[in-house]
């Protein structure tokens, strides 16, 4: 089992910049492929981006392609994602997310991911 837990958010400028980190329990980190998520009220929760388990492969969502940049450091047990051009669609809670599958392939459904983080809200001001 891994607990995670996100940090960095906070309210931010439009076209400013965050780094959000998820740092995680355990000796399996990199056992994980890492997936970001975002909800905002009202709407589904939305994947983000996500990352494989050796940290080679990252995928990133078309609407913050570009913008978002997600990596992970496994001697420390953290994910990052690295967001810039901030818009106010981006608003949002951000959560981290792991889950048990060893490949490369995107995995964007909430289903595949075992464990979640608390959230960290990501506010974008004008």
């Known amino acids: 089992q891994v607990q995670l837990v996100e940090s960095g958010g906070g309210l931010v400028q439009a076209g400013g910049s965050l780094r959000l980190s998820c740092a995680a329990s355990g000796r399996t980190f990199s056992s994980y492929y890492m997936g970001w998520f975002r909800q905002a009220p009202g709407k589904e929760r939305e994947f983000v981006g996500g990352?494989?388990?050796?940290?080679?492969?990252?995928h990133t969502a078309d609407p913050v392609k570009g913008r978002f940049t997600i990596s992970r450091e496994n001697a420390k047990n953290t994910v990052y994602l690295a967001m810039n051009s901030l818009a106010h669609e981006d608003a949002a809670v951000y959560y981290c997310a792991a889950a048990i599958y060893s490949g490369t392939i995107v995995q964007r459904r909430t289903s595949v991911y075992a464990y979640w983080g608390q959230g960290t809200q990501v506010t974008v001001s004008s």
């Open positions: 990352i494989s388990r050796s940290g080679d492969v990252t």
